[in-house]
């Protein structure tokens, strides 16, 4: 699929340009009703609470919808294996207690946020596959046989897998609320941000390469579709090698129509001038016509308007390594930056930075708001350590 294809590809998945159509603040009538049904569906079965606050946002549940075009059953049943396996896996404790060095270790090999976002204000994402070669992929599985969290799963998902849903949760927890929040986009007070934008690098990769990458990514690709659909918006794939048409054959049967379709392989001649329509070129890398000085395995190079929008906490000008969240504070007006994981065993509850909430398309009433972050306050920020592990996953998110 080529650039030209674009307009052919959103008709197919039933819309003109995808984003922000079936999202908050762009629903049609049929659609909320969906998403009122939905909710009533969870609510009977004991998979959704609405609070006030709720125990999961309408954006979230949203996303499951449109994952399953609108089909309140279907959508349904991946919620609740969504739900079932989080619980089985601890992924609220994981991501909290996450050693900082496993979670680093893991970052280096995937999809990477370069601290920019797309021209909608959709978090942008760089993926470069060469680096995951045999020795160091290896090595990697190696180390992920070892706990780097205090979370007790049941077995069943590979351990190098849920250190890749630790990023995962990092996308939707970490760099969505905070894109949600920035005044600066189109829409910005009426639909929060839930999607990424993708640029992967496939050049420099031979056949052999994809081949023994082949059921690491079918796996990960998999279980990324089932637990957190539509999180990905356009995938730019660049730098494609004579043979990609194989591997394409593998590669669209690993995810849903709808996916595919947002998929874009873009020849030599079409990446600046693509990327360009969906990016400004100071947030495209250099290597692909841009101007932004990021390199693979680079900490995000934070959009100077992000460092000027977050009130600093703690003598922070920057977000640190590692796995952070945004929760509301007590009083519903701002949301709070808190980083976690731990280092050297010692746990982490740092409060970075605050943001004015922009993206209030429903009011939360302030007590309910107090009643929900209790027991969460950041504790001293010398001690930096975690007031209560795995807390976070009791602390419903506000209602959009």
């Known amino acids: 699929m080529t650039a030209d294809s674009i307009a052919d590809a959103s008709a197919a998945s039933g819309t003109e340009v995808g984003y922000p159509n079936g ?25 959704y609470k609405p609070g006030p606050p709720a125990s999961h946002d309408d954006q979230t549940l949203l996303r499951y919808l449109r994952a399953r075009r609108w089909n309140v059953v279907d959508a349904f049943k991946q919620f609740k294996e969504t739900e079932d396996w989080r619980k089985a896996n601890d992924l609220n404790v994981l991501y909290d207690t996450i050693d900082l060095e496993a979670y680093e270790a893991s970052r280096r090999l995937y999809p990477q946020w370069t601290g920019r976002r797309d021209r909608r204000g959709i978090p942008l994402y ?48 970490f760099a969505q609320p905070l894109c949600t929040e920035l005044p600066d986009r189109p829409h910005a007070t009426t639909t929060p941000i839930t999607l990424s934008t993708n640029i992967v690098d496939v050049s420099g990769v031979s056949l052999r390469q994809f081949w023994n990458l082949k059921s690491h990514m079918q796996a990960a690709s998999q279980l990324a579709t089932a637990h957190y659909p539509e999180t990905l918006d356009r995938i730019f794939i660049i730098g494609a090698p004579y043979f990609f048409s194989t591997v394409w054959g593998w590669i669209k049967r690993w995810f849903d129509p709808i996916t595919v379709s947002k998929i874009f392989i873009l020849g030599p001649s079409e990446v600046k001038a693509t990327l360009e329509e969906f990016i400004d070129p100071k947030n495209i890398p250099k290597q692909y016509g841009g ?46 930056c808190v980083a976690v994981g731990s280092e050297g065993g010692k746990q982490r509850m740092l409060s970075v930075g605050t943001l004015e909430r922009v993206c209030n398309v429903k009011k939360v009433d302030g007590d309910a708001l107090a009643e929900g972050v209790k027991g969460l306050s950041v504790g001293d920020a010398e001690k930096n350590e975690i007031v209560e592990t795995g807390k976070e996953a009791t602390v419903p998110t506000v209602s959009a």
């Open 23 to 47: 999202h908050l603040g762009h629903l049609k009538p049929e659609e909320q009703e969906a998403l009122e049904s939905f909710k009533t569906n969870l609510a009977e079965k004991g998979y």
């Open 126 to 173: 760089l993926f470069e596959i060469r680096h995951l070669d045999s020795k160091t992929v290896s090595a990697y599985e190696k180390a992920a046989e070892t706990n780097p969290s205090k979370a007790v799963t049941d077995g069943q998902t590979s351990p190098k897998l849920l250190r890749l849903f630790a990023l995962y949760e990092n996308l939707t927890r």
């Open 291 to 336: 101007e932004l000085d990021f390199t693979w395995g680079d900490q995000p190079k934070t959009d100077p308007y992000i460092k000027e929008t977050v009130k600093w906490e703690n003598g922070l000008k920057d977000f640190p390594e590692g796995p952070k969240y945004w929760r509301p504070t007590a009083d519903g007006t701002r949301m709070e």
